[in-house]
């Protein structure tokens, strides 16, 4: 777990990654994420929202970790929500949830 919020924050720093509802979004819809993680304890509405619009746009979806523990990684307060917008930051994420 702690490799992948490193992850996260590493990716954030280099500016490929996105937060916030509306943000990840618009990413999805414009074809730029390449990944989405949306946390355990968002809404259920969060959830169904972005597993339909993932699904959609065929874009990988994981369900992991707090919305804490999501807006600490990535130096924020909560985030229900994130998308990894570059391909290698994106697989390998997807190669460290696909461990767990």
């Given at each position: 777990?702690?490799?992948?919020?490193?992850?996260?924050?590493?990716?954030?720093?280099?500016?490929?990654?996105?937060?916030?509802?509306?943000?990840?979004?618009?990413?999805?819809?414009?074809?730029?994420?390449?990944?989405?993680?949306?946390?355990?304890?968002?809404?259920?509405?969060?959830?169904?929202?972005?597993?339909?619009?993932?699904?959609?746009?065929?874009?990988?979806?994981?369900?992991?970790?707090?919305?804490?523990?999501?807006?600490?990684?990535i130096g924020?307060?909560?985030?229900?929500?994130?998308?990894?917008?570059?391909q290698g930051?994106?697989?390998?994420?997807r190669r460290?949830?696909?461990?767990?």
């Open positions: 777990m702690h490799n992948i919020l490193s992850s996260l924050g590493l990716c954030m720093r280099s500016g490929n990654l996105i937060s916030g509802d509306f943000s990840v979004t618009e990413a999805v819809r414009k074809h730029n994420a390449q990944l989405v993680i949306v946390a355990e304890d968002a809404s259920d509405n969060t959830k169904k929202k972005f597993t339909n619009l993932c699904s959609h746009y065929q874009v990988p979806l994981y369900v992991w970790c707090s919305k804490e523990q999501l807006g600490h990684a924020k307060e909560f985030r229900a929500s994130i998308a990894i917008v570059d930051f994106s697989d390998m994420i460290q949830l696909d461990k767990e």
